[in-house]
Nanobody
Framework: QVHLVESGGGWVQPGGSLTLSCVAS????????TNWFRQAAGKEREFVGS????????????KYEDSVKGRFTISRDNAKNTVFLQMNNLKPEDTAVYYC?????WGQGTQVTVSS
């Protein structure tokens, strides 16, 4: 069956870094765009960023929400069917449950907490 498994969440101090991973099982994830979303407590789910499928062949195949632009980087390892979300210079407002998504498939979510 097709499912996404996220890992890498946890606690980090402000200014720190954390990398999340999303492993797709049951299909070749590199043929689809992967999106990252997050939902903070009491807030609506918001778009974080995405990476295009490898079929596009774009030089710049990623896009980001303004609040994370320049701090977050999305990449993929096609051989491992894995997409990464590298988060640098984390801020308290980045605290949220992070989800990866491909088409109508969603990961279980992983908690990221940024605090002193």
């Amino acid at each position: 069956q097709v499912h996404l498994v996220e890992s890498g969440g946890g606690w980090v101090q402000p200014g720190g870094s954390l990398t999340l991973s999303c492993v797709a099982s049951g299909f070749n994830a590199s043929t689809y765009s992967t999106n990252w979303f997050r939902q903070a407590a009491g807030k609506e789910r918001e778009f974080v960023g995405s990476i295009h499928s490898s079929e596009y062949g774009f030089v710049d195949n990623t896009k980001y929400e303004d609040s994370v632009k320049g701090r977050f980087t999305i990449s993929r390892d096609n051989a491992k069917n894995t997409v990464f979300l590298q988060m640098n210079n984390l801020k308290p407002e980045d605290t949220a449950v992070y989800y990866c998504n491909q088409r109508f498939y969603w990961g279980q979510g992983t908690q990221v907490t940024v605090s002193s």
